[in-house]
């Protein structure tokens, strides 16, 4: 079964450029999570969707972080402008419910120089 | 106050020994909770569910304690492979919150 797929995998670029990354859910689950995880701040929740919905997105640092999710398989975190402090590994979850085991993808490592 | 605490250990422990550890969760409208592993550089991994009564899965045994608010995590015969850290997840059904991860050494 395929799980949780995100790409890129790496990313690096230059501080003040708009990064976009990736996120195709495991079929079938209707709670989708993206995460920011550093050394400093460990695991941080960003922002959640329910059904496509964006539920809470009180963790999303400042406005220069948006999400999307335009349908049930796709899902995009965008960063614009990027500074270098948002570099990380940012992961992306699904699950069959908000309150149900999430199964993380592999992550994309973001270095922003 | 964080929803969900752990102790960051280090917990370094020989191979072949028994290792605990607990977690506490501040929302007694908590539901649900899981323990995940996390390797060095890779996306965290469900363990397993906690459940009321208790679970075993394994060397693996889960503890629920709503009285103290606190679940636990003992590994029974630590092998090599169970070095890791172990994030304790929990909350009420709208929204889970994970902890910041204990560290577990297993050494030879």
Redesign the interface.
């Known amino acids: 079964d395929a799980g949780v797929i995100q790409s890129p995998r790496h990313e690096v670029t230059e501080m003040g450029q708009e990064v976009t990354l990736r996120c195709k859910p495991i079929s079938g689950h209707n709670s989708l999570f993206w995460?920011r995880q550093t050394m400093m701040r460990?695991?941080e929740?960003l922002i959640?969707f329910n059904n496509n919905v964006p539920?809470?997105d009180s963790g999303m640092p400042e406005d220069r972080f948006s999400a999307k999710m335009p349908n049930a398989s796709f899902s995009t975190l965008k960063i614009q402008p990027s500074e270098p402090r948002d570099s990380a590994?940012y992961?992306c979850a699904s699950s069959l419910g908000?309150?149900?085991?999430?199964?993380?993808?592999?992550?994309t490592r973001l270095s922003i120089l | 106050r964080k929803e969900v605490e752990q102790d960051p250990g280090p917990f370094n422990v020989p191979e072949g020994a028994t290792v605990a550890f607990n977690c506490t969760y501040s929302n007694s409208a908590s539901q649900s909770f899981f323990w995940y592993r996390q390797d060095c550089r890779k996306e965290p991994k469900l363990l397993m569910s906690v459940y009321s009564s208790g679970n075993e899965d394994g060397r693996f045994t889960a503890q629920l304690n709503r009285a103290s608010q606190y679940i636990s995590l003992l590994i029974r015969d630590s092998k090599l492979s169970d070095s890791a850290t172990y994030l304790c997840v929990g909350g009420p059904d709208y929204k889970l919150s994970f902890g910041a991860g204990t560290t577990v050494t297993v050494r030879a």
Not at chain 1, 102 to 107: I, V
Request: aromatic share 22%; hydrophobic share 45%; glycine share 16%.
């Open positions: 995460y460990g695991l929740l959640y539920i809470d590994v992961f908000v309150a149900s085991a999430q199964h993380f993808g592999d992550g």
